[in-house]
């Protein structure tokens, strides 16, 4: 297999519990994130990611009866989740998709996997903060995986998957695609509930008059309401990285 897209998605978010099944326009906020990213044209095969806990039955069952691949590994261990979840493919590369973005773009997800397979590279990004937070996609080889869920000992490496790959970048060929344009920041993720409410305007606004609204319409969209992105302006980019690096230590699950 080509490319393998593993999307990441857990009901027990500890600041917005259960928002990935929260409704927008009377469909859970992962169906219109599932609608958007499964438009892009380079991915072999999509398959969730979810875990073993209880708590994450109801979302596996939700994806099944799409049709959709599910995989459940760890809860807390998110590398040994994707890699395990990989091994039953065998990729060549694999794309992560977080269930926190529903406003994913399709044609963004197409560009980092094209620019990583062109330029031959282990690791591929969306760059930083050149695009609105929440339309981030990450791509990197199978091989990348491996070494990173082998190596990885930390307890913030683990959660969140790509942090080894990126902290040793001197061992991978990494590359990080900035948008060509200049862009204001948003945040456009779903963490917490201003984020949710900033989210469901957007689809409130834009959806029924079109579903495939792209970035571009989002910004304008925001342009003209800048009172909506102040909702959640006040939230750190990085607030879970961040969380993650202060309490850091040795991954004490058995991996």
Not at 3 to 21: D, E, F, H, N
Not at 71 to 88: K, T
Not at 148 to 170: D, K, P
Request: hydrophobic content about 40%; some cysteine; proline content about 4%.
């Amino acid at each position: 297999m080509e490319v393998l897209a593993i999307i990441q998605a857990r009901m027990s978010s500890s600041r917005l519990p259960g928002k990935v099944l929260k409704p927008i326009l009377g469909k859970p906020m992962i169906w219109h994130q599932w609608q958007r990213i499964k438009r892009a044209k380079k991915i072999t095969k999509f398959v969730l990611a979810t875990s073993h806990d209880k708590s994450d039955d109801r979302l596996a069952h939700y994806f099944l009866d799409m049709g959709v691949d599910v995989f459940r590994g760890s809860l807390n261990d998110v590398l040994s989740r994707y890699y395990h979840c990989a091994l039953n493919y065998y990729p060549k590369h694999v794309v992560r998709l977080t269930a926190d973005c529903p406003v994913a773009d399709p044609e963004l997800i197409d560009e980092v996997v094209v620019t990583h397979i062109s330029e031959d590279n282990d690791y591929t990004s969306i760059g930083g903060l050149t695009y609105p937070l929440g339309l981030s996609a990450e791509i990197f080889r199978f091989e990348a995986l491996e070494s990173a869920y082998r190596q990885a000992l930390l307890s913030s490496q683990r959660e969140h998957v790509t942090l080894y790959i990126y902290q040793n970048s001197h061992q991978f060929k990494v590359k990080q695609i900035k948008n060509k344009i200049v862009m204001p920041y948003f945040r456009l993720t779903v963490d917490h509930p201003e984020d949710f409410e900033l989210i469901t305007r957007i689809y409130e606004t834009l959806y029924p008059k079109n579903k495939h609204f792209n970035t571009e319409d989002i910004v304008d969209l925001l342009a003209k309401h800048p009172d909506w992105a102040l909702l959640n302006a006040h939230i750190s980019a990085d607030e879970g990285l961040e969380k993650s690096l202060k309490h850091d230590n040795i991954f004490s699950e058995n991996f």
